[in-house]
């Protein structure tokens, strides 16, 4: 029983040191302190690509494109708010995308509903982050970054506004 017990919190540790170890920083984001693998947020972030080549060679391997994930600047994927038809004048992440909304109230819908989908008209990303060239919209992908953090307040942080994280990374 106390071999079980043993293997069990060795076990526990290792999971919390690989959790620590797929993150892409060593530093909290927030308050520059050391990480705590046990606080880990996975963000969303849509990137789009000027081929279907391009696409392809990321999403056979993502993990070694997440330098240019990160450092890929994002824009407004629509010209419209997606609820009202009007102009934009606010934005809101969704599903990794930079959504373009008329106001608070149709802010509030668009976050609030997870399985919300924005046709997009414009890429999600002025730049293929593989080549440089104009991105277009039909060649866009979500990619998951993890970053961990030190406490669960800045994870909280992290989680209110995701897209404030990648800028500080």
Do not use: H, R
């Amino acid at each position: 029983m106390k071999n079980l017990v043993c293997f069990i919190a060795a076990f526990a540790m290792l999971a919390a040191f690989t959790s620590a170890q797929d993150a892409v920083n060593t530093k909290c984001p927030f308050s520059g302190d050391d990480v705590d693998a046990a606080q880990t947020v996975t963000i969303k972030k849509a990137v789009s690509f000027c081929c279907g080549n391009c696409l392809g060679k990321y999403e056979k391997d993502p993990a070694a494109m997440t330098k240019q994930v990160i450092a890929a600047e994002s824009q407004l994927v629509n010209e419209t708010c997606p609820i009202s038809g009007k102009g934009t004048g606010k934005t809101v992440v969704v599903n990794g995308q930079l959504v373009g909304v008329c106001c608070g109230k149709c802010a509030k819908k668009v976050a609030g509903d997870a399985a919300f989908e924005v046709k997009a008209t414009k890429p999600a990303t002025a730049k293929c982050i593989v080549t440089g060239k104009p991105a277009k919209a039909d060649k866009t992908s979500v990619a998951d970054v993890k970053v961990a953090f030190c406490c669960a307040k800045c994870v909280a942080k992290a989680e209110k506004n995701p897209a404030a994280v990648l800028s500080k990374l």
